[in-house]
């Protein structure tokens, strides 16, 4: 019988109810191991230095870290470890926000166990992974930008770029679904057009 390594996590920034949610997460899900935890910036990069890590879940909420600086921080130096970004804000700017980070993945707190599962285990493997509710939001700003004949300019003052009917179509996809059979799965291609939506026009 082949051994399976698990997944090494590291959390960062969780709540202390939020961690207790987690612990009883992974306590369910053999393929995955809580490797540590860091409650801020110097503590995570120097777990990291420390351990073997694969994923970062990434609580952008905690007031007490800049999750975004982090994120940046992480690519340039640990640029094997994947970062899967979670957040309570389904605002377009903290969206786009941390789309420009650069992370591998984007999900929206109170996801239910499985899509979460999915969410780590696709950035694992590389893929980027897209929660339905950032969809939606990234297609409401580009219906309403697309209905503005002279804007360029997003809602929230961002630069924006048009996206292709089968673009939209993606984002609609992805949208409408719970991630099961791996919906939630986007070209990477694609996510990074996203992120040059958080461009800062000049």
């Not at 929206?108 to 696709?122: D, E, F, V, W, Y």
Request: proline share 5%.
């Amino acid at each position: 019988m082949t051994n399976h390594t698990p997944i090494q996590v590291l959390s960062v920034g969780s709540s202390a109810e939020s961690s207790l949610a987690l612990h009883a997460f992974f306590n369910e899900s053999p393929d995955l191991s809580l490797a540590d935890a860091a409650a801020n910036s110097a503590e995570a990069l120097q777990k990291l230095n420390d351990k073997h890590i694969d994923v970062v879940l990434l609580e952008l909420s905690s007031q007490d870290l800049d999750g975004i600086e982090l994120t940046k921080q992480i690519r340039k130096s640990h640029s094997q470890v994947r970062v899967l970004i979670s957040t309570a804000s389904d605002t377009p700017a903290d969206i786009f926000a941390a789309m420009d980070a650069g992370a591998d993945g984007y999900v929206l707190n109170g996801n239910p166990p499985k899509g979460l599962k999915m969410a780590i285990s696709s950035v694992k493997l590389g893929a980027v992974w897209l929660d339905p509710g950032i969809a939606k939001q990234v297609l409401e700003v580009m219906v309403t930008t697309a209905s503005l004949s002279t804007a360029r300019v997003l809602p929230t003052g961002l630069l924006t770029l048009p996206l292709m009917p089968h673009e939209k179509e993606i984002l609609n996809e992805v949208a409408a679904s719970d991630c099961v059979d791996g919906v939630c799965l986007v070209n990477p291609d694609f996510v990074r057009k996203l992120r040059r939506l958080a461009r800062p026009s000049a």
